[in-house]
């Protein structure tokens, strides 16, 4: 059975980092096209960012670039995004996701209800 497990989420003020994890049990990370994605109060989910299981490229939203970067440790089963330079509106609930890829991560990112399975999710939130 798949299994993910999203953490570091917490409260932090704007301009500063931090580091979601997500973890995965019952497959191997490196086989599967893993994604963070978000969801904000009335707002639809969106695709932040995604790492294929291939060559490892990478897709980031316009609104993250340059801010935020996903890396995955094949060693411990997990994926990352480090995130800095928090702004007030990357508030939102942070989940992972993974689906066996079957396209690039640029196509398939933006598209989070491609994803098959998903975490629970982590509260991000950046305020003063």
């Known amino acids: 059975q798949l299994q993910l497990v999203e953490s570091g989420g917490g409260l932090v003020q704007p301009g500063g980092s931090l580091r979601l994890s997500c973890t995965a049990s019952?497959?191997?990370?490196?086989?599967?096209?893993i994604g963070w994605f978000r969801q904000a109060p009335g707002k639809e989910r969106e695709g932040v960012s995604c790492?294929?299981?291939?060559?490892?490229?990478?897709y980031y939203a316009d609104s993250v670039k340059g801010r935020f970067t996903i890396s995955r440790d094949n060693a411990k089963n997990t994926v990352y995004l480090q995130m800095n330079s928090l702004k007030p509106e990357d508030t939102a609930v942070y989940y992972c996701?993974?689906?066996?890829?079957?396209?690039?991560?640029?196509?398939?990112?933006?598209?989070?209800?491609?994803?098959?399975?998903w975490g629970q999710g982590t509260q991000v939130t950046v305020s003063s």
């Open positions: 996701a993974a689906e066996l890829s079957f396209s690039t991560v640029q196509a398939m990112c933006p598209l989070w209800n491609l994803f098959g399975s």
């Open positions: 019952g497959f191997t990370v490196n086989y599967y096209a």
């Open positions: 790492i294929s299981s291939s060559d490892g490229s990478t």
